[in-house]
């Protein structure tokens, strides 16, 4: 009895521990970023703000295109079930390629903008060691 009544106890203490370590942590502010890229940005951290929103709306438009495009293919009858399925997977495929695309050109402006932000702090540097010596 003794037992059963130790394994109820740490049992109950340890879900309620599971529950408190389960809680979800605070939502980190998007920026500024941990790095400090985009401190100082101003204009260019506002336009990053909104193609970030931009993405996020076409990122559900797109998962509900693809919802109904799998609903109807859940529900077409056998002798339309391969069309269905290749309606799918074309429109992924659409997606996807759309997608690559669209953080490239991301991924090319912000290569362009640490590389901005690095720039000052090169030229600084020759100037750094010149007071030292």
């Given at each position: 009895?003794k037992?059963l009544l130790l394994?109820?106890?740490v049992?109950?203490?340890?879900l309620?521990?599971?529950t408190?370590f389960?809680?979800e942590?605070?939502?980190?502010p ?11 940005m101003?204009?260019k951290k506002?336009?990053m703000?909104e ?5 996020m ?7 509900a295109?693809?919802d109904?495009?799998v ?8 002798e339309k079930k391969?069309?269905a399925v ?13 997608w ?10 912000m290569?362009e903008t640490?590389?901005?932000?690095a ?5 600084a540097?020759?100037?750094k060691a010149k007071?030292?010596?």
């Amino acid at each position: 009895m003794k037992k059963l009544l130790l394994v109820s106890i740490v049992t109950a203490g340890l879900l309620s521990a599971g529950t408190v370590f389960a809680q979800e942590a605070p939502a980190m502010p998007m920026c500024p970023c941990p790095c400090g890229m985009m401190q100082g940005m101003g204009a260019k951290k506002a336009a990053m703000m909104e193609w970030h929103q931009k993405m996020m709306e076409k990122m559900k438009a797109s998962q509900a295109e693809l919802d109904k495009l799998v609903a109807d293919m859940n529900a077409a009858p056998a002798e339309k079930k391969a069309d269905a399925v290749a309606a799918v997977i074309n429109k992924m495929m659409e997606q996807r390629k759309a997608w690559h695309a669209e953080m490239e050109t991301h991924m090319k402006k912000m290569m362009e903008t640490m590389k901005e932000k690095a720039e000052p702090e090169k030229k600084a540097e020759p100037e750094k060691a010149k007071v030292k010596k």
